[in-house]
């Protein structure tokens, strides 16, 4: 092969130095136990907590409207800057005015000095911006540089859906490249995807969802049931009227994960709150 070549095949040994080492990224919410790895006890393997997101996975935070995804998003954001992490944050459908006062809120009733916080939360406001919103390579430019220049940990495209508006052909590709993108950056990331109310809200699957779940690492699907039936009255027991949030991890290719339903509620200051599996909320619903 000549020197000058670019190398396309490798032993599997002299990858070693490269791989990454496998740890959590927290969020600050259970989803952090709900990620795990096996460690040896002597010869026993012992499933061990993660303690957040996989480090430099990207994951896809899907849903239909009003889940909760930019609420978890925010509170993934608060949460690492508080603990020193950089993160930025793409903002597409939010204008970055409301996006501060949403953050300042949430960290103020979350307890945290918002003032520090906010040295290490970047913004880019695509949502007002035709150009970033619509020529991935111009926002990839613009993500690179504040990347280098802040050094960021993190990065949360909230959401990923507005990148590819009116142009739903496109979705994978876009997704591919800033999936590529932010692996090149080695950046901890979370991308919010719109799903429409009919595409099976329990599922990843969506027309911008689907393209972004087969190319991401991981997918969280958030959920919300409207409490409209006599059956989900007794099911749930729940008042008529009252909705019922759920969260699960649809996936990840990284590491281990639970894999059942969660139910979490919005407390009033607007952070997510992962109460208990939907098995048990229901059985404990039922002893009282
Ligand atoms: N401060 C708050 N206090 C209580 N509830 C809130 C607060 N902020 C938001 N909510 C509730 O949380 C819901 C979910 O909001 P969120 O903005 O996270 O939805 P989303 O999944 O990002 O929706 P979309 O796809 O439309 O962007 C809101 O509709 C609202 O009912
Ligand atoms: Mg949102």
């Known amino acids: 092969m000549a020197e000058t070549e670019e190398r396309k095949y490798y032993e599997l040994s002299e990858i070693r130095d490269r791989a990454p080492k496998l740890f959590g990224v927290p969020t600050g919410t259970k989803l952090d136990e709900m990620f795990w790895k096996i460690e040896f006890e002597g010869d026993k393997p012992v499933r061990k907590p993660l303690g957040g997101l996989p480090h430099l996975s990207i994951i896809n935070l899907t849903g239909i409207p009003d889940s909760g995804k930019s609420l978890l998003a925010e509170q993934f954001t608060l949460h690492q800057a508080s603990e020193g992490y950089k993160v930025l944050f793409v903002t597409v459908e939010s204008p970055a005015n409301f996006l501060y006062t949403s953050l300042k809120a949430k960290a103020e009733y979350l307890g945290l000095d918002f003032d520090k916080i906010s040295r290490n939360i970047i913004v880019i406001d695509a949502s007002e911006n035709a150009e970033l919103r619509e020529d991935p390579r111009a926002l990839m ?78 997918s969280i699907v958030m959920d919300k049931r409207l409490i409209e039936s006599k059956w989900d009255m007794s099911t749930y027991k729940l008042p008529i009227g009252s909705v019922l949030r759920t969260i699960r991890i649809d996936g990840c290719r990284l590491t281990g994960h639970d894999t059942r339903t969660w139910v979490f509620e919005i407390s009033e200051g607007g952070t997510i709150e992962i109460i208990s599996p939907l098995e048990e909320f229901i059985k404990r619903k039922e002893v009282m």
């Open 141 to 218: 430019d613009t993500m690179a540089y504040a990347i280098r220049e802040k050094r960021t940990n993190n990065v949360v495209i909230d959401s990923i859906t507005g990148l590819y508006e009116h142009k739903e052909m496109m979705a994978r590709q876009i997704v591919r490249q800033f999936f590529n993108f932010l692996k090149k950056w080695r950046q901890t990331s979370l991308f919010v995807s719109q799903k429409r109310s009919a595409q099976g809200a329990e599922t990843a699957e969506a027309a911008g969802g689907l393209a972004v779940a087969h190319i991401v690492d991981g």
